[in-house]
C-alpha cells in the first residue's frame, strides 16, 4: 500500500512539473524568419538579419537545420508582429511562429545561451550530432547585449570554448560557399587590408589581407581566420554598412550602375547631365551621377565647368586625359571627389561630396563607389531622355551653388609652356589662382615696385601665341589697343579695346610707365596694350595702383590709364630666367587680325578663397 501511495505521488509531481513545463512554454513565442542547413550560412543570415532587427536569435533545430527567429515575445505579440513584419514586406511571407518546441543549442548571438522553455530542456540538453561549431572548435564567447531582448535568462558558459586551431579553422573556412567568401573579401576591402578582385578565391592577396587584418588586431597573423574573427570582421562590416545604406543602385535614367549610401543621400531629381542625389536630413552627403552624350571637347568642358562649383574645393589634385578625368578637392569644410570617362560618344561619370571630418567612412564609400561604377546602354541625361515637362528642366546647374572668385584679372602668355604675366593686385588673399579656364597655377616670380607677377601652370600649356615685345620706344599719338576680359570672365573671350598713346611718361616723369587714352575696365588690368603691328608695348596697370596715383583729392579722367613699357617687362621676364620674344611683324594688322592675336594671346586669371 505505502509503495502504491508513493507511486501515486510520483505520477502527480511529474504531471504537475510536465504542466508547469508546458504553461512556461506557452509564455513565449518567436517568429521564425529563415532556417539554413549549416552554421556557417545561419551565421551570415542572422548577422545580416541583425542590421535591420534588434532581437535576432538563432538555434540548433532537432532536424539538423538552424533557424534564425525574432524575439522571444509572448504568443499573441508574436502572431501580431507576424503580421506587421509581413504586411511591412520586412520578412519573408513564409515567416510563421513557434514556440521553439524543437530549438537545441543557441548559435547567435555568438557565445550567448538562452534558458530553454522547460518542454525542450531534454531536447536543448542533448549533444549536437552535426553542429558545426563543435566540429570546428566553436566561436569565441561575444557580448550579448541585443537591444529588445530580456537578456536575464541568458548565461555564459562556465568554460569559454578552446580557441580554433589553424587546421580546424581551414576546415570551417572550406565550408564558405562563393557567396560567403566574397562577402568576406568585401569585408576585408572596407577595413582597408584588400584591393585585389572580389572573386571568392582566397589567393596570396586574400591570404595576405587576412593576415595584415589579424596583424591590426592583435591577433596572431595565420593568413586564416577563425570562426570568431571572421564573424567579428564581419558583424563590424555589416554594421557600418547599415548605417550608411551602402547598396547598388541601377539608374536607368542615367545608365550607371554604382554603390551608392543610400541612408545618407534623398531619391534622384534629374536636371541634364546630372542625376542629383542631395544630402538627406543634413547628413552632408551629396552625390551626382554624370550622363549625357558628348565627345572630347565635351568632357574637356566639364572638366572645367565642374571646377566652378562650390561642391568642388580649389585645391586638390587633378588631372584631364583624352577619354577621362578626375578631380580631387579638399578645404577645411568641404571635400570631393569627380570622375568621368568617355565610352561610345557617351560621357558617364559621379561626383561624390562630404563634410571634410567625415573623412574616414567616406573614404570607404569612395572606395567602394570607384569600384563598382558600371556605365551600361546607350541611356543619357540629354534632355529628351528625362521624363520630366519642358517647362520643368531646369539649367544646366540647376540646383548647383557656382563657386566665384574673389577677383578676375587678365594675363597674356609669355612663353610656349604657358607662364602668364600679369598684375600682382590680382593675388591678394588667394587661396589659389588658375588661369584660363580652370588651370592651377602658382606664382614664380613677383616684383611689387612694378607690381607685375608670372604665373607659371602646374600643367604645361600649349598656347596659340605668345607675346612678342617691341623694343623701340612708340610715338605719341600712335594707335593703341588692349586686349583684356573686360567683364572678369562672363565673356569667354577678351575685348579689344582700341586708344591711342597720350605719354610716354608717367604723371610723376616714370619713364617705365606710358600713358594711354581709351576707356578700360577693371578686368582689362594686366591685359596687354598692342601697337598696330601686333607688338606688345605694355601691361595695362589697374587704376588703383600706386605707380599712377595723383595728389590728395585728384580724379583722373575715365579715359586715362597707364602701362608699365615694354623695356621693363622684358626686365622682369628675364630676371625670371626667361627669354622673352622679339617683335618680328612688319606693317599694320587688320583690325579683326589683331582681335585674333589678342584673343589667342590673352588669358583670364582668377583668384580663389
Known amino acids: 500500500m505505502r509503495k502504491f501511495v508513493g507511486q501515486v505521488v510520483l505520477m502527480v509531481l511529474m504531471v504537475m512539473l510536465a504542466g508547469a513545463g508546458t504553461l512556461r512554454a506557452q509564455q513565449q513565442a518567436w517568429v521564425q524568419i529563415e532556417a539554413r542547413p549549416n552554421l556557417l550560412q545561419a551565421q551570415d543570415r542572422a548577422r545580416a538579419y541583425d542590421a535591420s532587427f534588434g532581437n535576432v536569435e538563432g538555434f540548433a533545430l532537432t532536424t539538423g537545420w538552424y533557424a534564425i527567429v525574432l524575439g522571444p515575445y509572448g504568443p499573441a505579440e508574436a502572431r501580431a508582429k507576424l503580421r506587421q513584419l509581413r504586411r511591412n514586406g520586412q520578412i519573408p511571407s513564409d515567416s510563421y511562429v513557434v514556440e521553439g518546441e524543437k530549438f537545441r543549442r543557441q548559435f547567435w ?37 541585443t537591444p ?27 565550408q564558405l560557399d562563393r557567396q560567403q567568401r566574397e562577402h568576406l573579401q568585401q569585408a576585408l576591402n572596407w577595413a582597408g587590408a584588400y584591393n585585389g578582385a572580389i572573386d571568392g578565391a582566397f589567393g596570396r592577396g586574400t591570404r595576405g ?16 581566420l577563425t570562426t570568431a574573427q571572421r564573424s567579428a570582421l564581419l558583424a563590424r562590416y555589416d554594421k557600418e554598412q547599415a548605417a550608411l545604406g551602402l547598396r547598388t543602385v541601377t539608374d536607368e535614367n542615367a545608365g550607371i550602375e554604382i554603390a551608392l549610401p543610400m541612408a545618407l543621400l534623398d531619391p534622384p531629381r534629374y536636371d541634364p547631365p546630372f542625376a542629383h542625389y542631395d544630402a538627406k536630413n543634413g547628413s552632408g552627403v551629396r552625390v551626382l551621377l554624370i550622363s549625357e552624350p558628348g565627345d572630347r571637347a565635351a568632357l574637356a568642358g566639364l572638366y572645367n565647368l565642374l571646377q566652378t562649383l562650390r561642391i568642388v574645393p580649389v585645391t586638390g589634385p587633378r588631372a584631364l586625359k583624352s577619354e577621362s578625368f578626375t578631380i580631387s578637392g579638399s578645404d577645411d569644410k568641404n571635400s570631393s571627389y569627380s570622375y568621368a570617362e568617355l565610352q561610345d560618344g557617351l560621357i558617364k561619370g559621379f561626383v561624390l561630396a562630404w563634410k571634410t571630418g567625415d573623412g574616414k567612412p567616406m573614404s570607404r564609400v569612395l572606395k567602394a563607389m570607384q569600384s563598382s561604377f558600371r556605365p551600361f546602354g546607350k541611356a543619357s541625361l540629354d534632355a529628351s531622355m528625362v521624363p520630366t515637362p519642358a517647362d520643368q528642366r531646369r539649367d544646366l546647374l540647376a540646383g548647383l551653388e557656382v563657386r566665384k572668385p ?37 606664382v614664380a616670380h613677383e616684383d611689387h615696385k612694378l607690381g607685375l607677377a608670372l604665373l ?11 607675346a ?16 583684356g576680359f573686360a567683364y572678369g570672365g562672363v565673356l569667354s573671350a577678351p575685348v579689344m579695346t582700341y586708344g591711342t598713346i597720350e605719354g610716354l611718361t608717367g604723371l610723376s616723369g616714370r619713364t617705365d610707365l606710358r600713358r594711354l587714352s581709351l576707356k578700360a575696365m577693371p578686368g582689362d588690368a594686366g591685359g596687354p596694350v598692342f601697337d598696330q603691328s601686333g607688338a606688345v608695348i605694355g601691361l595695362l596697370l589697374p587704376r588703383e595702383a600706386d605707380a599712377i ?26 630676371s625670371a630666367g626667361l627669354n622673352p620674344a622679339d617683335n618680328d611683324r612688319i606693317g599694320t594688322m587688320a583690325p579683326e587680325d589683331l582681335a585674333a592675336l589678342g584673343a589667342d594671346t590673352t588669358v583670364l586669371v582668377r583668384c580663389w578663397k
Request: charged content about 20%; overall charge negative; proline content about 8%.
Open 468 to 483: 612678342r615685345f617691341e623694343s623701340a620706344a612708340p610715338s605719341v599719338g600712335d594707335p593703341a589697343a588692349v586686349a
Open 549 to 574: 596715383k595723383t595728389q590728395a583729392g585728384q580724379q583722373l579722367p575715365d579715359n586715362v590709364r597707364f602701362a608699365i613699357d615694354a623695356k621693363a617687362l622684358t626686365g622682369v621676364l628675364k
Open 109 to 145: 548571438p555568438i557565445g550567448a545561451t538562452t534558458q530553454m522553455p522547460q518542454a525542450t530542456t531534454a531536447a536543448a540538453a542533448e549533444p549536437a550530432a552535426n553542429d558545426e561549431a563543435t566540429a570546428t572548435g566553436g566561436a569565441a564567447i561575444a557580448s550579448s547585449a
Open 148 to 174: 529588445g531582448v530580456d537578456h536575464s535568462a541568458r548565461t555564459v558558459p562556465e568554460a569559454a570554448e578552446r580557441p580554433e586551431t589553424p587546421a580546424e579553422a581551414r576546415r570551417a573556412e572550406a
Open 209 to 224: 589581407a587576412m593576415a595584415d587584418w589579424q596583424s591590426a588586431q592583435g591577433y596572431e597573423p595565420t593568413g586564416v
Open 406 to 442: 574673389v577677383a578676375a584679372r587678365s594675363g597674356f602668355f609669355v612663353d610656349g609652356q604657358g607662364a602668364v604675366l600679369t598684375t600682382d593686385a590680382v593675388l591678394k588673399d588667394c587661396a589659389s589662382i588658375t588661369i584660363g579656364p580652370d588651370t592651377q597655377a602658382r
Open 456 to 466: 607659371t601652370p602646374e600643367t604645361a600649356l600649349a598656347p596659340q601665341a605668345v
